[in-house]
């Protein structure tokens, strides 16, 4: 398979931001479910919705989420005073650095596998973001690992421009009144993603969604 890497454009890196919060923020009490995120919101109103951090953290996970190395100077002069700044020069920013995977087909038995290309793209950019991968299969569990690596999971999904999940749900696992008040418990929870349950899944339906896009 051969490598190939475009920009991202404003609009794309836009829609990664509103796919986030639409899959994120119902799981997080301190964020906003119901907030619009549109280029010209703040980046105060943005935060708020997402309940993100200060922008000195904010500018260092984004540099990791996007693979980018941009620096704390220009991300402060997009990200501050963040009660007059744009979402939209967040995402000028962006995709002035950050390019996204151009996913091609890798030989399989001899043959061209365009699913064989994007699962091992994926693997690949989960194992750069510390992932442990050298388990992973099509056929693994794709809540088996956002209930471990939840966010550089769920970043790499949305960051194919894509929209592979229709909803994603929290369920205890556990029953039974101490392990309904033992919250210190990191395995009481599974993370449910509907229809998606492999990566064989995620693959599939990423290249459904591809197609889509370029039919359009």
């Not at 990791?64 to 190395?69: I, P, S």
């Not at 596998?113 to 050298?134: E, R």
């Not at 929209?163 to 392990?179: A, L, V």
Request: overall charge neutral; proline content about 5%.
């Amino acid at each position: 398979m051969t490598e190939s890497k475009v920009k991202y454009t404003e609009k794309e890196i836009l829609e990664i931001f509103k796919e986030q919060h639409r899959l994120c923020s119902p799981l997080d009490p301190e964020a906003d479910p119901w907030a619009e995120i549109t280029a010209e919101m703040t980046v105060s109103e943005w935060r708020w919705a997402n309940d993100l951090l200060g922008w000195k953290k904010l500018s260092e996970f984004l540099n990791q989420e996007f693979r980018v190395q941009i620096s704390q100077r220009e991300w402060q002069n997009v990200l501050e005073p963040a009660r007059t700044r744009k979402l939209i020069e967040v995402c000028r920013l962006l995709s002035n650095y950050a390019e996204k995977d151009f996913y091609e087909p890798k030989a399989l038995f001899g043959e061209p596998c365009l699913k064989a290309g994007v699962f091992l793209t994926i693997k690949k950019n989960l194992k750069d973001k510390g992932v442990n991968v050298s388990e992973l299969l099509p056929s693994s569990s794709l809540t088996a690992y956002m209930d471990k690596y939840f966010s550089p999971v769920l970043e790499e999904i949305t960051l194919t421009g894509t929209k592979p999940i229709d909803k994603i749900e929290t369920r205890r696992k556990k029953k039974g009144f101490w392990n309904v008040i033992n919250i210190f418990d990191p395995d009481r929870y599974e993370t449910l993603t509907g229809e998606i349950k492999t990566f064989r899944d995620l693959t599939e339906k990423i290249i459904e969604e591809n197609n889509k896009n370029w039919a359009q």
